[in-house]
Structures are given as structure tokens and as C-alpha cells.
């Protein structure tokens, strides 16, 4: 347990840390299903728990090969040049406890500890972790994927109507979902590829239940993801929800590896050991983050307005 649980007998003493055991594993078991973040952003756990930083080099190549001569000698240089960044480690905290009338009301009638603020609190941690890791903490200095700096804007078009998915045609939203998905081809040249489309809710549900014609048999979504070369993911995220300029909503598009991006969690969740505090146990919940890292700006895209 970690701690000499001094205010109760050696029989609550046993009953609290069984019933802890048992909440704790309970916790770790519970299941989370709304909070994308971890899902549709590849976790990396390689820096260690307690850094302060995590540091990594963006490299590029310069120069370019030539045709030459049978006895040529000025053949062309190329090199590689990298530049260094940092991002921020952070801790999230929340905790939960039992008062010593509460364990010993629970031992009395045979039933087992109140699990529901456990769940609480890991909740709790898991959803500033997810917050974080799409809008970042300024205040920290850690960065989330929604405002990543550097990253390739597309402008959506207005055929008259707006730019608003509510006021086009099904094929007009088609093309914007195209549009954002060639933005990245294009700037990259074909070197990048996105694999993954994410929209606020509304704008999802919009393309998951509009036919794509007229007694057409399939969704704008559906026909969008038979026929693009490119993306094989779409989901929803309430945080694109407002998250473009002025207000307006977000969508966005990026190749989800962890050699394109990561987010960084050198602490995933975890309980320590029990503390007592006056007639009162404590259980203190942890996670680290360092927000996320995008290793080629250019291969995420996002477009307001929609």
C-alpha cells in the first residue's frame, strides 16, 4: 500500500487495501470509447517518465544531381541540414479517496467500495490529455495538432452559396473533401500522402447521411472512401468544432504514422500509492504529456470555413 494505514485494525486495514486493489484494476479497465485523441494520433512512450523535454531534429536535403561528362570532375555536393526543437513535458493530476467512515461502513454491510470517483478521476486525466493533445496549453508551452504551426492551409471555395458544407450541393462537398486531400499531394510534390480526414461532428454526420444523388444508394462518405487513392480513415472530433479562424469550423487531413507525428506521453495514466490525509485516504492519478510532435508540417493540411 505504500503507507501505514494508522486509524484502522489490522481486519479494515485488510479489507481497504483488497477493495483498493480491486477499484484501482477496475479503473484501469474502464473503457473510454469518446476521447479520440490516443486513437487518431499514434502514442509514442519513448521518452522517459520525469523528462522536461523531449528534443528532435527536422532534417533536410540540399542539392540536386546533374547529367555529367565521361570525365567529369565537378560533380554536384549534396548535404543534409537539421534543425532543432523542444517540446515541453508536463504532468496532469487528479485524485480520489475513502474516509475512514466510509470503509468502515463498507466492510460492515459487506459491500464494495464506491468505484464511480475512481472512474471520475481517471476521466478526468484521460480528458485533459486528450484536450491537450488537440489544442495544446499555451500556457505550458505544449502544442496539439489543431494549430500546429507550419502546417498547409487550403482554401476552400465558394461556388455562390458559401463555403459551408449545410449550403452545397453533395458534389461541391466532395470536391472540398478532394480539394484538402490534393492540397498536401500538391505541395509535397507526391511525396506525402494523408491517410486520415477528421471533421467536426456535424460536417461528419453531414457526409455520413446525404446521398451522394439523386436515389443514389450510397453516402457522400461512402463514395468519397470507395474512390480515394488517398485516405482510408474518417472520424469525427468535437474540437474542429469552432476551431478555425473567426469561430468557424475545422477539417483536416495528415498521414497517421509515427513517422509524420506522435503524441508524447512519457507517463501513460497511474495511481500511486495510498495517502492519508486526516480521516481521509488518498489516491493520487498521474499522466505526463508533452503534447504533439509533427515531424512534416507540410503533410498535415486544414481548411476553415466548412
Not at 533536410?60 to 515541453?88: H, L, N, Q, W
Not at 496532469?92 to 459487506?110: D, H, M, P, Q
Not at 498547409?152 to 455562390?160: C, D, K, Q, S, W
Request: with cysteine; aromatic share 8%.
Amino acid at each position: 500500500m505504500g503507507t501505514d494505514i494508522t486509524r484502522l485494525d489490522a481486519g479494515e486495514s485488510a479489507f481497504f487495501a483488497r477493495e483498493l486493489e480491486y477499484v484501482k484494476r477496475k479503473t484501469y479497465d474502464q473503457k473510454l470509447k469518446q476521447l479520440k485523441a490516443k486513437m487518431l494520433i499514434p502514442v509514442s512512450n519513448e521518452a522517459p517518465s520525469g523528462i522536461g523535454e523531449i528534443t528532435w531534429r527536422r532534417y533536410d536535403a540540399v542539392g540536386i544531381a546533374k547529367i555529367i561528362s565521361d570525365y567529369a570532375k565537378d560533380f554536384p555536393r549534396v548535404d543534409i541540414y537539421g534543425t532543432e526543437e523542444t517540446a515541453k513535458v508536463h504532468g496532469i493530476g487528479a485524485a480520489y479517496g475513502y474516509s475512514i467512515i466510509e470503509i468502515r461502513r463498507s466492510r460492515l454491510v459487506g459491500k464494495r467500495l464506491e468505484q464511480r470517483r475512481a472512474t471520475a478521476a481517471r476521466r478526468s486525466v484521460e480528458e485533459k490529455s486528450d484536450s491537450v493533445a488537440w489544442n495544446g496549453d499555451p500556457d505550458y508551452g505544449i502544442q496539439g495538432l489543431i494549430d500546429y504551426p507550419g502546417i498547409t492551409e487550403y482554401t476552400v471555395p465558394n461556388p455562390g452559396s458559401g463555403t459551408e458544407f449545410i449550403n452545397k450541393e453533395p458534389l461541391e462537398i466532395l470536391a472540398d473533401l478532394n480539394g484538402i486531400v490534393t492540397a498536401v499531394v500538391s505541395v509535397t510534390n507526391g511525396v506525402e500522402s494523408p491517410d486520415t480526414l477528421i471533421l467536426p461532428v456535424d460536417q461528419f454526420e453531414l457526409i455520413n447521411n446525404t446521398p451522394i444523388g439523386d436515389n443514389a444508394d450510397k453516402t457522400i462518405l461512402t463514395f468519397f472512401l470507395e474512390n480515394s487513392r488517398h485516405i482510408n480513415t474518417v472520424e469525427w472530433v468535437v474540437e474542429l468544432a469552432g476551431a478555425g479562424a473567426g469561430g468557424t469550423d475545422r477539417m483536416m487531413v495528415y498521414t497517421r504514422d509515427e513517422d509524420h507525428l506522435t503524441l508524447e506521453i512519457p507517463q501513460p495514466f497511474e495511481q500511486f500509492p495510498v495517502q492519508q490525509r486526516a480521516m481521509e485516504f488518498e489516491i493520487m492519478c498521474h499522466e505526463e504529456t508533452g503534447g504533439v510532435i509533427v515531424y512534416y508540417p507540410q503533410a498535415v493540411a486544414y481548411a476553415d470555413g466548412i
